[in-house]
């Protein structure tokens, strides 16, 4: 039996479906969180406040993530290549749900604006992804570099009490190496300056903001 082909409706009204579940529903991680049993620590009031912070402004990196990859699969030339992103978007999805488990216990919120992160997520991720694959992927190498960079700013940031979340910002660090790396091996192209620039200040822009929204 051959596999059912979706139209393009179809497939939009697939993205509003998973756009409405990352955003409105508690996503089940498929691995353990790593760390330790929940309620294990105890931080004082000034560590509990900048670890709510700093895990908040990871959850809304991760809702950007699954918009971004959506994005580019979306408009991606070749199957192949859709189903690398796809693959990559659904491992990412327990950083996701790690990150709004460890807020819960810490006894915050996840941002105000992650809608906002995800629609441009989404467009920036399309676009990138009409632009070639090999332009596509280049982006997530570049954007997995960056985000590594940025959490390991988070480890030295998140309080030394804080074992739990550290434990979670490192593995997240690792799986974004891996998937930096991978979408590399299947033939990424380096942006150009300008667009890493652009990159850099879209972030700046998203983690400033979801710090205290």
Known sequence: MNA???SLSDRVIGEIDKAINVLCSSPQPGRAVPGLPAGELVLDQADALESRRLMRVN?????AAQALYRGQALTARSQATADALRESGAEELDHLAW???????LKGRT???NPLWYAG???MGALA?????ATSLGFITETERQVESHLRGHLDRLPAADR???AIVEQMTRDEVRHGAKAASLGGREPSLWIKGAMHLASKVMTGGSRWV
């Open 4 to 6: 059912r082909s979706f």
């Open 59 to 63: 959850h809304a990196g991760e809702v």
């Open 99 to 105: 990150c709004e488990i460890r807020i819960k216990e």
């Open 111 to 113: 941002s105000l604006l």
């Open 121 to 123: 997520s989404f467009f």
């Open 129 to 133: 992804g009409l632009c070639g694959d």
């Open 164 to 166: 739990q979340s550290r």
